[in-house]
């Protein structure tokens, strides 16, 4: 087993938040949330995704997280007084339109313990996306989560056809942020860019097959302690099986996709990292 040890490092009032996981869709991301949720040096947002970013620069629309985010502040407001429960009023009142102050209101109450942001759209922000991230914590630590390109694909459409019945599968394919959300060659020299050695990127075929040493190095990446308390790491979550009776135009048009994605990566990390994605 591999050992990490946690790194210390500087935690302002300026960032935001302390970690971010930008994706992407369908590798592991809800995995991420439910373990780290764990974690008594850490303390999750009212949602798992929070959808901030990408509101601004791609133009999500997500009603209910809106009110998911609404329902969650509104919620915890009842049980404070003072300040706090003012906190998590204005939290509920920004929901509809969102800015930086907002933002920083859902982590402002986690005292002295790690929060983050996990939302796998992030991962295709733009450059513009992304340095806004970077100007709300200049010290974050970004984990972007890297499945096979084909597989990953062929998930997030059987996701969108069981939360959609009756859309065409071909349409869903050809849109263009379902692309966009696993389109590693555009948006990893991004990140890079921003972020350089602050990003960690870790193989979704790691996580099923060694999830105690991913949540080792995710702990040592932000800086907590080793934990084994996690409660069956193992678990998996939002799992959605291939849709079945695909047209051989369809399939061959994920590959065509994939094609491409996989080039890169084996270009990027190598052999070794995307024989585990």
């Known amino acids: 087993m591999t050992i990490f040890s946690a790194q210390k490092r500087p935690r302002t009032k300026a960032d935001a938040c302390d970690f971010l996981c930008a994706g992407a869709q369908k590798a592991g991301t809800t995995w991420l949330w439910a373990n780290l949720g764990q ?14 970013f990408d509101r601004l620069y791609l133009g999500t629309d997500i009603p209910t997280n809106v009110d998911q985010h609404r329902e969650a502040a509104l919620a915890c407001a009842a049980k404070l007084k003072g300040a706090e429960a003012a906190d998590f009023r204005a939290i509920a009142q920004g929901c509809d339109a969102p ?50 390109p084909q597989s990953r694909m062929t998930s997030g459409l059987a996701m969108s056809m069981a939360r959609n019945p009756g859309r065409i599968p071909m ?31 870790i193989p979704f075929g790691r996580i099923r097959t060694a999830p ?27 799992s959605f099986p291939p849709a079945e009776g695909l047209a051989a135009g369809v399939l061959q048009r ?24």
């Open 212 to 238: 105690r040493d991913v949540l080792a190095e995710v702990e040592a990446h932000i800086g907590l302690e080793s934990f084994g308390g996690y409660e069956n790491p193992a678990q998996v979550h939002n």
């Open 39 to 52: 974690h008594p040096q850490v303390k999750m947002p009212l949602v798992k995704e929070v959808h901030y």
């Open 254 to 277: 994920i590959e065509q996709i994939a094609a491409r994605q996989s080039a890169y990566l084996l270009e990027r990390f190598g052999a070794d990292f995307c024989a585990e994605i």
């Open 171 to 201: 349409r869903i394919l050809e849109n263009w942020q379902f692309q966009e959300r696993g389109n590693y060659a555009a948006h990893i020299p991004i990140w890079d860019h921003i972020f350089g050695d602050q990003v960690r990127y």
């Open 99 to 148: 800015d930086d102050g907002w933002y920083r209101r859902l982590f402002a109450q986690r005292g002295g313990k790690f929060s983050g942001d996990i939302t796998p759209a992030y991962l295709c922000l733009g450059l513009r996306g992304v340095q806004h991230v970077q100007r709300l914590s200049p010290n974050l630590r970004v984990i972007i989560l890297v499945r096979d």
